[in-house]
């Protein structure tokens, strides 16, 4: 798999409107009306008219997964972009400096073994779809950006999808977690897509 890269611009334009931010934890981000998520050689910069912020992310490998959880993925999510899927959030998070001096094998089994993630999250599998973006490495102010599409109708699972990853031992390493609800209220297909 390449690498993609992808940048999140809040301001006055972008095909995701803005329903509401909630800072979980740490500081919020300063409010804006709509979110674009374009390539990066199409985004503007944070000087461009308009822009309250920009978040970049990149996609690559999988890291945590294990051979059987990413078959299991890779049969049962659906791509993004799917039409009936107009509601969206954007959950930026940084984990604490305890969680990044664990070694990897540490980490993962926080993740899964004692927090279940995957296994929690493939329980709302495909109805709602997601992606994984890292950002830590890019010198961003979060480590990952995650990306959930799903139709109006499933808007109670996925809340309670969030409530249970957030009960997790997982969470107890997140510093900042910013929550960003979205609707697509035009007939437009931009934004992430795949």
């Known amino acids: 798999m390449s690498v993609i890269h992808t940048a999140f611009v809040a301001g006055a334009s972008g095909a995701w409107r803005i ?5 979980v934890a740490g500081p919020p981000l300063a409010l804006a009306g709509r979110l674009a998520v374009l390539e990066p ?15 970049d992310g990149a996609i690559g490998h999988q890291r945590y997964t294990t051979r059987a959880e990413l078959d299991t993925l ?49 329980e709302y599998l495909p109805p709602i779809a997601r992606r994984l973006y890292h950002a830590r490495e890019l010198g961003q102010p979060f480590d990952f950006l995650t990306w959930f599409e799903y139709a109006p109708e499933h808007a109670d699972a996925f809340e309670e999808l969030v409530a249970r990853l957030r009960q997790s031992v997982e969470w107890h390493f997140v510093e900042r977690e910013v929550d960003i609800r979205l609707v697509r209220d035009d ?6 897509s795949g």
């Open 19 to 23: 329903e509401h931010m909630t800072a």
């Open 41 to 55: 050689a199409e985004a503007p910069s944070l000087e461009a008219a308009g822009v309250q912020w920009r978040l």
């Open 74 to 122: 890779v049969a049962v999510q659906q791509g993004l972009g799917r039409p009936q899927a107009r509601c969206a959030a954007l959950i930026p998070i940084r984990k604490s400096a305890a969680w990044w001096a664990l070694a990897q094998d540490e980490r993962r089994a926080i993740l899964e073994e004692q927090s279940h993630h995957i296994t929690i999250g493939l």
């Open 187 to 192: 007939d437009s297909r931009q934004g992430v």
